[in-house]
């Protein structure tokens, strides 16, 4: 028994809590990136497509089919800080509540409306992109850059997505729209109230960080990203000393989307500590117990 006991403790978990399919604007199925997650020998992950929950479903079914991966339901969310990217997550939340599910459609609806004020602005520098054409791309997932970057490399404007990005629709570049979005707190509460865990982002990008968190950490944000992507060593021990500081849990992920052409970190390829998975578990059992019960996620 005692063995057993160790071993539970001792247990080291492989996991990637960020990555994205079709249902945004990713490439992989919900299916398929699980079954990629599992190949890679993952024990815990979850998909945080932008905007919407409709991946949610189906990569639980195909976890359940697997048995060893448990999924985490996630999400994320960007939101409304001028002249920054700030992206906020949310883990183990309520798919079905009906006014969770209301925000999202509100927040894809301006989605759609900046995606068309971007075809305009790509359309006065000469680069006619038709909006069935986006809509082909995106099919009823929610409009992002990457769709638009996609339909640029396809109508021969630029050779590679990750051109369409630094020419044109990065933040800074002649096409950026912003889109109309709720701010840090409200998606923060907004998670909250459907029994989610909120964490902060890929936050090493966001100048004003430090003065942004002792008011996120107020309204409720309980981890934040440290191990991400392709973070530098220097910037991990700098995130991982503010999320000390603030007692937030460090977590991360890859932000996997299996774009071609793009530089990405692959499924799996980001350590996160088996320590900040159990809290994050631990959290979720105060949070959100119905959820655990309902879809057995355990550790
Ligand atoms: P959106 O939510 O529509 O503003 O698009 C955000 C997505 O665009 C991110 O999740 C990334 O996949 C991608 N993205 C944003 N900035 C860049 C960039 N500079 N280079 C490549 N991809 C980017
Ligand atoms: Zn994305
Ligand atoms: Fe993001
Ligand atoms: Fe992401």
Known sequence: MKEFKENILNKSFKSDLHMHTTASDGVLSPAELVDLAFKRGLDIISITDHDTVAGILPALEKARS????????????????????VHMLGYFIDFNNKEFLNSLGELRDSRNVRARQMLEKLSSLGMKIEWEHLKRIAQDSPVGRPHVAQALVE???????QEAFDKFIGRNCPAYIEHKKM????????????????????????????SLLPDLKAAGLMGMEVFYDSYSDS???????????YDLIPTGGSDYHGIKGHQETMVGDVKVPPESIRRLFKLAEKCNPILLSTYNLTL
């Open 66 to 85: 697997l048995k060893t991966i448990t999924l985490i339901p996630g999400i994320e969310i960007n939101t409304d800080v001028p002249g920054a990217e």
């Open 155 to 161: 109508a021969g404007y630029v050779h590679s997505s």
């Open 183 to 210: 701010t840090p707190l409200e998606v923060v509460r907004l998670i909250i109230n459907v029994g989610g865990i909120p964490v902060l982002a890929h936050p090493d990008n966001i100048s004003s960080l430090e």
């Open 235 to 245: 910037a991990i021990r700098r995130l991982l000393g503010l999320s000390l500081k």
